[in-house]
């Protein structure tokens, strides 16, 4: 098997992720601004809905919701794009031979590309309007853990999608339930305590609630949730290389 050097996989991973960015956006007038336009309108449309209609008594909602929206928008589209990364790539797998994780890699940090300057812009925000804690140091490893979450589902469900076809439908409808529960327009605290323990399984319910404190400096979620998205983390890293690897072979003829 052919050895490639770390300057060349670097090199090559950047290139796909440019790729990827410019795929996404070129047609496109706002191109780069809806990674913030899309959750922004979001967020104000459940500011009216849960201030105006529902009420929900959270303190600053607007930066509640818009520090969910942003890193699910990155989780979403990341996860989309991640699973069909080596069918929308198939001409590359048939005419070269590289490592074809660096597929759904790329495509994720196309995406993260995108979702830092986002993230940037909503802490300069916090920080001129209400200040902010030092749980900001947080964020990076935060945005570490959610970027090898989403490679790790990536790889797993993009070495299926190759094969069975259904399973980025299957994820597009997933991912519609997915939303709701999560708490991203509500607060995870609205949880029943008796559903607690079954609900914090989801590994996104620790993220996006760390998010959400570190944006309004409450304090951080029970670290009985962070933990599970941590070791949900690590055990979907270990599935996803094993699965990815051992089908790979196959990938040029599948596609």
Known sequence: MRKFGFVYLRDLTIALSVKELKSKYKSATLGFLWVLLNPLLQMLALSLVFT????????NYPVFAFSGLLPWTFF???LQTGTTSLINNREIIKKTY??????????VLAHLFAFIPAILLLLVFVLVTQGLSFSIFLLIPLIILQTLLLISLSLFLSSLDIYYRD???LLQALLVIWFYITP???SISFVPQKYLGFYIINPMVGIISSYQSIFLNTPLPSLTAVAVSVVETLLFAVIGVFVFRKRSAYFADWI
């Open 184 to 186: 991203i327009f509500y």
């Open 76 to 78: 979403a589209l990341s």
């Open 98 to 107: 590289f490592p074809r994780e660096l597929l759904p890699i790329s495509s």
């Open 52 to 59: 105006f209609f529902v009420k929900i008594e959270i303190n």
């Open 167 to 169: 399973v980025s439908y």
